[in-house]
């Protein structure tokens, strides 16, 4: 049996929106609501869905930038909520994470070997020598040279940059690493590579990674599990294989439609119509159906059930559940 190494359970974050000078809350933006899941010790989970389905939410709830309206965030079965003193500590190396933007994460200040050393400097005690030694290795495992270490970020590609950043992400040997976009800021042709690096990195170092997305096209080889977000929901959870081959959701699909061949493979391109509904007001029922080209009427009344596929591949949608198959048929 696999061991879960974090486990969400019916996470949720709102925002109050305040008004007035004495801050009334009038509101709240429900960015997440409700989502539950795990990460497996060497695995790689990834969190697919458009920019405000609130993934990017669950990795700063993750990285502890955002505290939890409710629901528990446990890692090695404790509530990270709950952390204090050195088991903070230890969490804080212990769950890494790489940002979109090389260029904003990287101090323009600082050359290579200080970007890198830096978080290692206060949890090892390393020689000068050895921390030389050491960081020069870490730039070795991403596939840059000792050269590099003199360099500042504005003398960097965007694909040596991002390098850096997973250089200095696997300093402090973490266990668990949140990419959030990773390679929407560089180049097609460099995307392959920084992926390929961090299934690489993956095998050696025995990681398990949270790649949080919005584009499907990039995650199947490196994915073990895939989840798919809507408007602060899970729609669609199965194993990279079962959504690959087998995508059920009306959103999943049309997320397939919009990339590329060879993924598109499910019959016309699908243009996802309008923006998604405001977080503040969700639409009541399934939150997909304002946009979803097979609602039905329950679609806007009642939220669907969690309908199981197989032992892993869940899907949240009423056209699978047997009582209303036959009504969307008509
Ligand atoms: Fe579309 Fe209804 Fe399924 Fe939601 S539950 S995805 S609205 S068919």
Request: with cysteine; net charge positive.
């Amino acid at each position: 049996m696999n061991t879960a190494l974090l486990r969400i359970e019916d996470l949720k974050k709102y925002f109050p929106i305040r008004v007035g000078l004495f801050g009334k809350v009038v509101g709240y933006i429900k960015a997440v609501d409700g989502v539950s899941f795990n990460v497996d010790a060497g695995e790689v989970v990834s969190l697919v869905g458009e920019s405000g389905s609130g993934k990017t939410t669950i990795a700063r709830c993750l990285l502890l930038l955002e505290k939890p309206t409710s629901g528990k965030i446990l890692y090695d079965s404790e509530d990270i909520t709950q952390l204090r003193g050195e088991k903070l500590r230890n969490y804080r190396r212990s769950v890494q994470a790489v940002f979109q933007n090389p260029f904003l994460s990287l101090d323009p200040r600082m050359n290579v070997f200080q970007i890198i050393s830096e978080p290692v400097k206060n949890s090892m005690k390393l020689s000068r020598e050895e921390l030389l030694e050491y960081v020069s290795s870490l730039l070795e495992l991403v596939g840059l040279d000792k050269s590099f270490l003199d360099k500042y970020p504005h003398e960097l590609s965007g694909g040596q940059a991002q390098r850096v950043a997973i250089a200095r992400a696997i300093s402090l040997k973490p266990k668990l690493i949140i990419l959030d976009e990773p390679t929407s800021a560089l180049d097609v042709s460099v995307q392959a590579q920084i992926l390929n690096l961090l299934a690489d990195l993956k095998k050696e170092l025995s990681l398990s990674y949270l790649l949080i997305t919005h584009d499907l096209s990039i995650v199947k080889y490196i994915s073990d599990r895939i989840i798919i977000i809507y408007l602060g929901k899970i729609m669609e959870t199965g194993s990279s294989e079962e959504i690959f081959e087998n995508p059920l959701h009306p959103y999943t699909r049309i997320l397939f439609s919009s990339i590329p061949d060879p993924y598109r493979k499910f019959g016309e391109r699908v243009i996802l119509r309008g923006e998604p509904p405001s977080p503040v007001n969700p639409p009541p029922g399934c939150r997909f159906h304002t946009r979803c080209p097979y609602a039905i009427d329950i679609c806007r009344k009642q939220e669907p059930p969690e309908i199981k596929s197989s032992l892993i591949h869940k899907v949240y949608c009423w056209l699978h559940t047997e009582k209303h198959s036959s009504e969307t048929k008509t």
